[in-house]
């Protein structure tokens, strides 16, 4: 079995759903997480805010440049709050990303792992 299966299509909707919406700044690179002061973010922190943002949990996105493209998506699961989570990767270097990694996955209640985007087109991800 393959680790992960990648999909140009799949990474094409998550782009759009990026650009669909305005990035709205959170916490600074280099300010301090609110429940773990000695934390501070990796680079900013912030969400895309969309039309149906009200009733739909926001894109939560690291970002390090303005783009328009969604480098890797990060799936965390969480123990405290009893969910995933789902983070987008935008503008960041190799370096940045395992910043990222790292503060996500350091501590004993939250893990995540890391997506790359891809260009694979596998069979079946295609419509008839």
Known sequence: MKEFENSAYFWQKVDTLYSSGDFKLVNKKG????????????????????????????MEVFRSRKSDTVDAIVICADIIDKRFEVKALVGLNEDECQEVLHFLNCTDYQKSVLLRRGKEIPAWSETE
């Open 31 to 58: 300010s301090a997480h609110k429940a773990y002061p000695s934390l501070t973010y990796p680079c900013d922190f912030g969400y895309v805010e969309t039309l149906s943002s009200d009733t739909d949990s926001p």
